[in-house]
């Protein structure tokens, strides 16, 4: 599940922290609300939720960077870039490529029906 | 086996120093990531998943000497994305050949015959070709018709001008033994130097029995591929490693031993798992929870990781550890026996 397009509403059940977590792991551009209400577009590649200051670090649409933003001044952060990972798992892979194996293996099997009708067949 | 003795001098110095000196953690290989871009898209690599402006940039050589040296591991890999996309990775190598790091470029070797008038063959430089298996199989785990043959060119041009060339092979779930050592015997007639295995790195949340089959999948798969190897099958690196993945010897996993450098600064804690970022390799060592990784941890994202980048370290570590080990790796080196 990709969390493309999620615009966390931070609160009771959701806290700041967590939703820095979750954009820390996207592999995509988030929207960065600061707490002032403006907003900058960039890749959240770190965050320190233990420091003395809790920060995330990003840089920018255009690449520019690091910057270092404390979680004190982040309203909220809005996942709106292309995830570029969705799909893209190991686990995906292993699955796509037992997909396509096995639609293989039925077509070859589809083929040799012609020539050799078995009881297999329903 | 085939690291040259130089080589073999100078770990083995440097490790011996490193337990004179009373050092814990200590690195062995530098993961040197210049770019994350890459000119292809195997599946399962989650290397290259990044935004435009990501994937655009490049570590300056000024930075990545400044890891290499600060780290002062003797070993520097570089890894990628695909290194030789870098638009001054001859400059990059040739500083870390000055410092007399022992190089690997890792490489697809798609570009390697244009781009190898970039660099002066040495000792201390080695391209690591990723070569997955076989014709059918390799270009089937890099998703790309033809990327085999390109690499046997890009292999056999810079073996003639006189390069150092080695392999490094990633084992999934179903490769097949037999397969892979016909592999071996033709990378061997290749020419190449030697051979680097590891198997591939898959986190699941899958239960602990599942685990426990994949690692004894992977323990079946090297016994049966390296049982009865064949005398001129030559590995570019540590037997007693070789000899972990075929489950005869149990060893935890050393995270710190290959640190990775990347354009975020020092990847916590390891080369596959990515949880943060230090800004200097000191940083790096005095401030990740090392305690929350490795098999006793029971962290489920380490508990079915065998990779080369975790344990490798921990067998050369190992070989310096007691006479019996170190015993036991000359004379595997000597026989070519695992």
Same mark, same amino acid.
């Given at each position: 599940?990709?969390?493309?397009?999620?615009?966390?509403?931070?609160?009771?059940?959701?806290?700041?922290?967590?939703?820095?977590?979750?954009?820390?792991?996207?592999?995509?551009? #988030? &929207?960065?609300?600061?707490?002032?209400? &403006?907003?900058?577009?960039?890749?959240?590649?770190?965050?320190?939720?233990?420091?003395?200051?809790?920060?995330?670090?990003?840089?920018?649409?255009?690449?520019e960077?690091?910057? #270092?933003?404390?979680?004190?001044?982040i309203?909220?952060?809005?996942?709106?870039?292309?995830?570029?990972?969705?799909?893209?798992?190991?686990?995906?892979?292993?699955?796509?490529?037992?997909?396509?194996?096995?639609k293989?293996?039925?077509?070859?099997v589809?083929?040799?029906?012609?020539?050799?009708?078995?009881?297999?067949?329903? | 086996? $085939?690291?040259?003795?130089?080589?073999?001098?100078?770990?083995?110095?440097?490790?011996?120093?490193?337990?004179?000196? /009373?050092?814990?953690?200590?690195?062995?290989?530098?993961?040197?990531?210049?770019?994350?871009?890459?000119?292809?898209?195997?599946?399962?690599?989650?290397?290259?998943?990044?935004?435009?402006?990501?994937?655009?940039?490049?570590?300056?050589?000024?930075?990545?000497?400044?890891? !290499?040296?600060?780290?002062?591991?003797?070993i520097? $890999?570089?890894?990628?994305?695909?290194?030789?996309?870098?638009?001054?990775?001859?400059?990059?190598? !040739?500083e870390?050949?000055?410092?007399?790091?022992?190089?690997?470029?890792? +490489?697809?070797?798609?570009?390697? !015959?244009?781009?190898?008038?970039?660099?002066?063959?040495?000792?201390?430089?080695t391209?690591?070709?990723?070569?997955? /298996?076989?014709?059918?199989?390799?270009?089937?785990?890099?998703?790309?018709?033809?990327?085999?043959?390109?690499?046997?060119?890009?292999?056999?041009?810079?073996?003639?001008?006189?390069?150092?060339?080695? +392999?490094?092979?990633?084992?999934?779930?179903?490769? $097949?033994p037999?397969?892979?050592?016909?592999? *071996?015997?033709?990378?061997?007639?290749?020419?190449?130097? =030697?051979?680097?295995? $590891?198997?591939?790195?898959?986190?699941?949340?899958?239960?602990?029995?599942?685990?426990?089959?994949?690692?004894?999948?992977?323990?079946?798969?090297?016994t049966?591929?390296?049982?009865?190897?064949?005398?001129?099958?030559r590995f570019?690196?540590?037997?007693?490693?070789?000899? *972990?993945?075929? =489950?005869?010897?149990?060893?935890?996993?050393?995270?710190?031993?290959?640190?990775?450098?990347?354009?975020?600064?020092?990847?916590?804690?390891?080369?596959?798992?990515?949880?943060?970022?230090?800004?200097?390799?000191?940083?790096?060592?005095?401030? +990740?929870?090392?305690?929350?990784y490795?098999?006793?941890?029971?962290?489920?994202?380490?508990?079915?990781?065998?990779?080369?980048?975790?344990?490798?370290?921990?067998?050369?570590?190992?070989? *310096?550890g007691?006479?019996?080990?170190?015993?036991?790796?000359v004379?595997l080196?000597?026989?070519?026996?695992?």
């Amino acid at each position: 599940m990709s969390l493309e397009g999620w615009v966390p509403e931070i609160g009771e059940f959701l806290t700041l922290a967590e939703v820095v977590d979750f954009a820390f792991d996207y592999r995509g551009n #988030t &929207t960065i609300v600061r707490a002032d209400g &403006t907003e900058v577009v960039g890749y959240i590649f770190n965050r320190d939720s233990a420091a003395a200051d809790p920060f995330v670090q990003y840089f920018d649409e255009a690449g520019e960077g690091p910057f #270092t933003l404390p979680y004190r001044d982040i309203a909220t952060i809005k996942f709106t870039g292309k995830d570029t990972a969705a799909g893209n798992s190991w686990k995906a892979w292993i699955e796509r490529r037992e997909r396509e194996k096995a639609k293989a293996a039925g077509a070859a099997v589809a083929g040799g029906d012609d020539a050799d009708p078995g009881p297999h067949r329903g | 086996m $085939s690291v040259p003795l130089s080589q073999m001098i100078t770990v083995a110095s440097y490790v011996i120093k490193q337990k004179l000196a /009373g050092r814990k953690r200590y690195p062995l290989v530098l993961m040197l990531e210049p770019l994350f871009r890459c000119n292809l898209a195997c599946a399962g690599c989650g290397k290259i998943q990044y935004p435009a402006q990501i994937l655009r940039k490049h570590m300056t050589v000024e930075a990545g000497v400044a890891a !290499a040296v600060e780290c002062g591991a003797p070993i520097v $890999s570089i890894p990628g994305g695909e290194p030789l996309m870098h638009p001054e990775i001859g400059r990059l190598v !040739a500083e870390l050949v000055k410092l007399r790091k022992y190089v690997y470029l890792c +490489t697809n070797a798609i570009l390697l !015959a244009e781009k190898l008038p970039l660099f002066t063959p040495s000792k201390y430089l080695t391209f690591s070709v990723h070569m997955d /298996g076989l014709r059918e199989d390799h270009d089937e785990a890099v998703c790309r018709d033809g990327v085999y043959d390109q690499a046997i060119a890009g292999i056999r041009a810079a073996l003639g001008r006189g390069f150092r060339v080695t +392999t490094n092979t990633t084992l999934f779930d179903g490769a $097949s033994p037999l397969r892979m050592r016909q592999f *071996f015997d033709e990378m061997m007639d290749l020419g190449v130097e =030697g051979m680097m295995l $590891s198997p591939g790195y898959s986190y699941s949340k899958a239960p602990d029995q599942e685990h426990f089959l994949r690692r004894a999948r992977t323990h079946q798969l090297f016994t049966d591929m390296l049982s009865n190897a064949k005398r001129r099958w030559r590995f570019n690196q540590s037997p007693l490693f070789l000899r *972990f993945l075929m =489950g005869k010897h149990d060893y935890e996993c050393t995270p710190w031993g290959n640190p990775t450098y990347n354009v975020f600064g020092w990847q916590r804690p390891c080369y596959l798992l990515q949880e943060g970022y230090a800004r200097t390799f000191r940083e790096l060592i005095e401030t +990740t929870a090392w305690e929350r990784y490795g098999r006793k941890s029971g962290n489920e994202k380490c508990r079915d990781c065998m990779v080369h980048c975790g344990y490798e370290a921990t067998a050369v570590d190992h070989t *310096f550890g007691s006479l019996r080990a170190f015993g036991e790796t000359v004379g595997l080196t000597l026989t070519g026996k695992l």
